[in-house]
Nanobody, 126 residues
């Protein structure tokens, strides 16, 4: 069974840092691009960051550019999101996801992804 499991969420003060991780199992994701999305209370889910299948190319939402860094590790079956200089508006449930087809670049649209994790809560206090 294909599964994505996020970890690393929690409560942090504004200006602090968190590192999210996403581990994949049940399928070889090393040839698939991956991404992070988030959903704040009362808002639609939005794109945060994405990385190409080979880890070379990345893409970020304007709201996190310069503060968040996406990377791949462990033979490209995991992905990480380093979040620095966190703001209260970063509070949301964060989801990792895998693009539906192989050997692609980073994607910022939800319909490009077909496998999703359950989400991890990130809360930034002011």
């Amino acid at each position: 069974q294909v599964q994505l499991v996020e970890s690393g969420g929690g409560l942090v003060q504004a200006g602090g840092s968190l590192r999210l991780s996403c581990a994949a199992s049940g399928r070889t994701f090393s040839t698939y691009a991956m991404g992070w999305f988030r959903q704040a209370p009362g808002k639609e889910r939005e794109f945060v960051a994405a990385i190409s299948w080979n880890g070379v190319t990345t893409s970020y939402a304007d709201s996190v550019k310069g503060r968040f860094t996406i990377s791949r590790g462990n033979a490209r079956i995991t992905e990480n999101l380093q979040m620095d200089s966190l703001k209260p508006e970063d509070t949301a449930v964060y989801y990792c996801a895998v693009v539906r087809y192989r050997f692609s670049g980073p994607k910022d649209r939800e319909d490009e992804y077909d496998t999703w994790g359950q989400g991890t809560q990130v809360t930034v206090s002011s």
